[in-house]
Structure formats: C-alpha cells, structure tokens
C-alpha cells in the first residue's frame, strides 16, 4: 500500500486531523496489523473504535490497538470483538494494556480447561459492555467466570446479570420463591444466591440457584408450569 494510499484511509476514518496529529501512531498500528496478516484498514478501524467508543487518549491508542489485534489472534474473536474487549478492560476494569492481554490468554486457557470455547465466552462479555460496566470486580474476573458459568449453561451472560438483578429485588424475588416452592413443592431458600449476586459473584450465583431447582433427572419429570417458576 502507497503511503498516499494509507494517509487517504486515516483521513476518511478520523478526517484531515488524523494525518496530522495521529498519523505516526496510525501508521504503527496499521503496520502491527500487516505483521498479523490483517489488512491496513483493519488496524485503523480498531484505533477508532478504541478512541470513539472508549475515549481512548492518543498517547494509549497504538499499545491497545496493538494488544486487541494480537488478542484477536490468540482468542479466536474478531478484531472489532477483540478492540471492544480490550476498551472494556483497560476503561471499564482497570487494567493496562500488557495486564489486560494477560488476562484474556489466562482466561482463554482457563476455558478450554473447563472445556468451554474461549471466544464464546469473550464474545458474550463483548455483547454486554453495559453489565460489564455495571458488575465488573476482581479487574474483571467475576465477569469472565459469569460469561464461562452462562456459555457452559447455553444461556447469555446478560440474562445472568437481568437475573442478579431480579434477586436483589427482594420483595418480588421472595414472592416468585414462595410460587416456585408451592408449585415444585420443593423448599426453596435464595438468600445465599441474593448475596453472591449482591458480590457480583455470577458464576457462584448460578451454582447456586441450580443446586436449589433441580438436577437434570428432576427438571426433566416436571410440567411446563413449574419449569417456568423455576
């Protein structure tokens, strides 16, 4: 690609400013994209979406941009995936660029261990920046053990968190217990889930609630009726 050729894609990703002021950090960016086998545009249109969608500073932009396109690479998501996860953890969580490239290899290997896809679960994280933000402790931890708890369960880790919530409304959760008690005839006690979800522990949360519904056997003998108190 001309040098021409890659100030005109910088101008019409971050207009005549970008081939001014951003244009070394571009060019770095675009290059680390050409070493990983990626297209020019790729490393440009990661750079953006750090800086429009995370508020990502100048001086930061080409070290995060760089870290989410090896990521992309290492956790087998695609390169806006993996720019959205590295936003999410150096902005919402607090970790650097190196300590939050560490994280997702240490998470991705604590998947396959657990015999989980790692980029299910990172790309179930990427599609939930608002409980991201809501939940995140632990630099994150408790949101990938969510993620992983929900992908093991075929469920999303947003109706995770919608859950947490659900059990933090005391008054309705308490009365939605009692129904599911009457109509499983099963005793059922939350408390403990209310306070690990109130820990923003979601994957103890999970355990949890399935120890107090049912094992497989059970939740297959049940009626369509009380499959949905539980």
């Known amino acids: 690609v001309k040098l021409s050729d890659h100030a005109n894609m910088v101008g019409e990703s971050f207009g005549a400013s970008g081939n001014t002021g951003m244009r070394a950090e571009l060019m770095g960016t675009a290059a680390e994209a050409q070493r990983l086998g990626y297209d020019l545009q790729v490393g440009i249109d990661n750079a953006k979406t750090l800086t429009s969608q995370f508020g990502v500073g100048l001086n930061a932009m080409k070290d995060l941009s760089d870290v989410s396109l090896r990521s992309a690479r290492s956790i087998g998501v695609s390169t806006e995936t993996a720019a959205v996860l590295v936003g999410m953890f150096t902005q919402l969580s607090g970790h650097s660029a190196k300590s939050a490239e560490l994280f997702m290899k ?51 880790y947003d109706s995770v968190a919608n859950a947490a919530r ?65």
């Open 106 to 156: 240490q998470n991705a290997l604590l998947a396959y261990q657990n015999n989980v896809a790692p980029n299910a679960v990172f790309e179930q994280i990427a599609e939930s920046s608002e409980n991201v933000a809501l939940w995140t402790k632990e630099g994150a931890q408790n949101i990938f053990d969510g993620a992983m708890a929900a992908t093991k369960m075929g469920i999303n």
């Open 166 to 230: 659900g059990l933090l409304n005391v008054q309705e959760s308490v009365q939605a217990e009692i129904e599911a008690s009457v109509l499983t005839g099963k005793q059922m006690n939350l408390q403990r889930a209310r306070e690990l979800a109130l820990a923003g522990k979601h994957s103890d949360m999970l355990e949890e609630i399935k120890n107090q519904v049912a094992d497989e056997s059970e939740w297959n003998a049940m009626n369509v009726f009380q499959r949905e108190a539980m």
